[in-house]
């Protein structure tokens, strides 16, 4: 990372689903707490080691790395029954962290409630889908918009949560009956169930945001971690197809209590091509044999739910438009393996429109625009066991150059495989250069 610099963060740049798993757990060793700040259990990161895959809809990745403090900030909607699934899947894999785990006592928790009024509105004959996880994600910060939300420290209070659930029974039940005709959900089974949950996760739950800034003060450095992608950000995303939270950087603070002054380093992570799951625009999407072979090779098909991912080409105007509202400071290009056996890569450089030229991505999400590629050669040989960049083929080096040019800012990472071990570290950065390749050395 940028000399000087303490504590960083980590963000998509695309639609989700960037590898921001690996890297995580990469950069998890070089730091005492690792901090996911946003999103639910509709988010899924990957991590392989060894023969092993790790997925995590909830956990910071950095809890495969031995004695790191893993932290849930209170801007993440949080399913209690989520949670205990995964650290007992840890435990099975014979890795125990859970002392090191810690719950902000100000995280919204997703109740069964949520997760049915999502499947209903996603099923809904209207066809106005967004493409949720059907995870209640959405349905849960409507509730902590509307004041109306069950929080940690609610749930661990037994009377204080009989009497909260009571009340959003009384109408989550009427609209469940009334306009979906279903059987109402029984108040005794849904308390029973999550007080629970509730005695296994009581000791873990605590004010985050004075954790982080006392961890601040004692010197420390923390790695924070966003969930999804920034062009899914429910502000600055493709609205309406976007998730419930601020996905960029823009949603540290609010999600921690913790400045985002104090972070010295935004890396944005993007694919070496695209993809996105769910609903909404995509203007370099492929849907023939090259988007097939795209997603067979890079086994695009979602952590969370399996879907096939739409893949597609990059796409330059949506990664500068991230870069821009995000306020990356560097790249980490990842899956860039995937491509060693095109001969030829596209990537948009820019739109156009029946009236001509657009020159910004649009605020609307019913716009039509034509991407306006650019061709690259490719490299045709296996690039997993390259370790730096000067181990990499001329047409490798060369295509991240026209990521760091098209994209305007440097390149910090380079993932080339699954494993912790195929990835290259830039120093120095990969600069955009004004024509002509930067030198730089892994």
């Known amino acids: ?61 950095g809890i495969l790395q031995e004695g790191k403090v893993c932290v849930i900030g209170n801007g993440v909607v949080l399913d209690p029954r989520a949670l205990i699934d995964e650290l007992d899947q840890l435990r099975r894999f014979g890795i125990d962290h859970e002392e090191n785990l810690w719950i902000s006592d100000r995280a919204h928790v ?36 509307a004041r109306l939300g069950i929080r940690m420290v609610d749930l661990v209070d037994p009377d204080r949560f009989r009497a909260l659930l009571e009340r959003n029974l009384a109408a989550k039940n009427a609209e469940l009956q009334r306009l979906h005709g279903l059987e109402p959900l029984d108040l005794g089974a849904v308390s029973a169930e999550y007080l629970g949950y509730a005695e296994r996760l009581r000791p873990r739950v605590r004010d985050i945001g004075q954790y982080l800034r006392d961890t601040e003060r004692e010197g420390k450095r923390i790695l924070f971690e966003g969930a999804q992608g920034s062009l899914l950000d429910v502000d600055l995303g493709t609205y309406p197809f976007v998730t419930s939270s601020n996905t960029s950087f823009l949603g540290l603070g609010a999600g ?17 091509y695209s993809t996105r799951v769910g609903e909404g625009p995509f203007p370099t999407e492929l849907k023939d044999e090259t988007g097939d072979r795209l997603r067979k090779l890079g086994r695009e098909f979602g952590a969370t739910t399996g879907r096939p991912r739409r893949c597609g080409w990059l796409d330059f105007v949506a990664i500068r438009y991230a870069i821009s509202f995000g306020d990356i400071d560097a790249l980490a290009i990842t899956k860039l ?55 990499l083929p001329q047409e490798t080096q060369a295509y991240l150059q026209f990521i760091a040019d098209e994209s305007r800012c440097p390149i910090a990472m380079v993932s080339v495989g699954k494993e912790r071990c195929e990835t290259i570290r830039l120093d120095p950065w990969l600069q955009p250069s004004r024509g002509g390749m930067v030198a730089a050395h892994g």
Not at 129 to 134: A, L, S
């Open 1 to 61: 990372m940028r000399q000087g610099s303490k504590h960083v963060c980590v963000v998509g740049i695309q639609w989700g689903d960037e590898g921001k798993g690996k890297i995580v757990d990469v950069l998890s060793a070089e730091f005492d707490v690792v901090v996911r700040y946003q999103g639910g259990a509709n988010a899924g990161h990957t991590v392989k080691i060894g023969e092993r895959e790790f997925v995590f809809h909830l956990i910071p990745s």
């Open 110 to 145: 997703v109740l069964p409630y949520h997760r049915l009024l999502d499947s209903l509105r996603e099923s809904s004959a209207s066809g106005d889908r967004i493409g949720t996880t059907q995870r209640g994600i959405g349905p849960c910060y409507t509730d902590k918009a």
């Open 256 to 272: 921690t209590g913790f400045s985002p002054r104090k972070v010295g380093t935004v890396l944005g992570i993007t694919k070496a």
């Open 337 to 391: 393996d995937v491509l060693d056996g095109f001969g030829e890569i596209l990537a948009s450089t820019g739109y156009r429109a029946p009236g001509g030229p657009v020159g910004s991505f649009p605020t609307r999400a019913d716009v039509p625009v034509e991407p306006v590629y650019r061709a690259v050669p490719g490299w045709r040989r296996d690039i997993s066991r390259c370790r730096s960049l000067a181990e």
